[in-house]
């Protein structure tokens, strides 16, 4: 039987979302690393960077409950020892996300590669909540003929809707009330009886909240990326912010609803 080892890698600060990734994995291999590593070279802003949660004993006794075998934090100096050469993650990488976060997907395929190089996994879990990121991985991993199968894992939700993300808790009471503006126009899009309707009732229905700050929606070919003309594998992604904290959150669009 061939050796397996699969990687969950994360920027800590864990929660039922990724715990999810820790369970999946288990069922590809008994020997789960967790990495615990805040990316510098995917914030392009200093004061995001300062003000993401860090967590990492917490975090590692969440991770080793769930299944995890071994915890790996390496410090900055650990991952970048020398002068870093940048992954570049193409068209792709510099449309939504990558917009207004020069370079992010740069940084993203830059600590995914010595992840692995470190941890030589067999498998690695990422999260579909970060979708854009997901596409690009698994994308660079097979032009690069790693040899690593790239698992995803479906959006992890609270009880009220809200997409589970580590910024979560920079929420107040009131922020979070205002964030569920953000599964409420996914859900109530995958409803329309075509791809322009969805379109429009997801932006309508963003618009509609007046602490929503909205930094892009949109119906998208999951193959390609490009806006969708029909339901076949669409998916509507939706980025902004609530009170200065950015959340993003996207769901596939239901072939049986939309035509």
Do not use: C
Request: hydrophobic share 40%.
């Amino acid at each position: 039987m061939t050796h397996t080892k699969v990687l969950v890698p994360t920027m800590g600060a864990l929660h039922a979302g990724h715990l999810s990734l820790i369970e999946i994995g288990k069922q590809y291999s008994r020997e789960i690393v967790v990495s615990i590593f805040v990316n510098p070279l995917q914030f392009e802003d200093p004061q995001d960077l300062a003000k993401y949660p860090r967590s990492v004993e917490s975090d590692s006794q969440q991770a080793l409950l769930a299944g995890a075998t071994q915890i790996w934090a390496p410090t900055v100096e650990e991952i970048y020892p020398d002068q870093v050469s940048v992954i570049d993650s193409g068209v792709i990488g510099r449309k939504f996300e990558g917009v207004g976060r020069e370079g992010h997907f740069d940084g993203v395929l830059t600590v995914v590669d010595r992840l692995f190089k470190h941890v030589q996994p067999t498998h690695a879990v990422f999260g579909e909540k970060d979708f854009q990121q997901l596409f690009i991985i698994k994308k660079w991993a097979k032009k690069s003929k790693l040899g690593i199968e790239i698992i995803s894992a479906p959006v992890i939700r609270d009880v009220d809707g809200l997409a589970l993300s580590s910024r979560n808790v920079r929420l107040g009471a009131d922020d979070r009330k205002t964030a569920l503006v953000i599964s409420r126009a996914l859900r109530q899009a995958t409803h329309e009886r075509s791809v322009e309707s969805a379109r429009d009732r997801l932006h309508d229905v963003l618009a509609s909240e007046p602490g929503f700050e909205l930094d892009y929606a949109e119906i998208i070919n999951e193959d390609n990326f490009e806006p969708a003309t029909s339901a076949r594998k669409s998916r509507a992604l939706v980025a902004g912010w609530v009170n200065g904290v950015r959340l993003l959150d996207n769901m596939q669009m239901s072939a049986s609803v939309i035509a």
